[in-house]
Nanobody, 123 residues
Framework: QVQLVESGGGLVQAGDSLRLSCAAS????????LSWFRQVPGKEREFVAS????????YYGNSVEGRFTVSRDNAKNTVELQMSSLEIEDTAVYYC????????????????WGQGTQVTVSS
């Protein structure tokens, strides 16, 4: 089992930065690949980023490439998503997910999800 808890969401203005954190717990979370997704009402969950267990390999969705950076601290069992140059279109609930292979972009393949954290970008 893996438990995931996201934090760091909030209301920011376009162009601002925000840092999300995902705290993972459970034996299976150690050195597991972890991913971020986001979802807006009425749309499917969208892949944002994925990071390998060791942190050396990272993948990003096309819409965030170059603006978002994923990182992890295995000593603390946390994964972070640094979001820069935020756009109104980045407004969504952001989820941390585990249980699938690295960079799997299909939400249905993930076994474990956090509760999500809301990010709202205003103009």
């Amino acid at each position: 089992q893996v438990q995931l808890v996201e934090s760091g969401g909030g209301l920011v203005q376009a162009g601002d930065s925000l840092r999300l954190s995902c705290a993972a717990s459970g034996r299976a979370s150690t050195n597991a690949a972890l991913s971020w997704f986001r979802q807006v009402p009425g749309k499917e969950r969208e892949f944002v980023a994925s990071i390998s267990g060791g942190g050396g390999t990272k993948y990003y969705g096309n819409s965030v490439e170059g603006r978002f950076t994923v990182s992890r601290d295995n000593a603390k069992n946390t994964v972070e998503l640094q979001m820069s140059s935020l756009e109104i279109e980045d407004t969504a609930v952001y989820y941390c997910a585990a249980g699938a292979i690295l960079a799997d972009m299909k939400p249905k393949n993930y076994f474990f999800w956090g509760q999500g954290t809301q990010v709202t970008v205003s103009s």
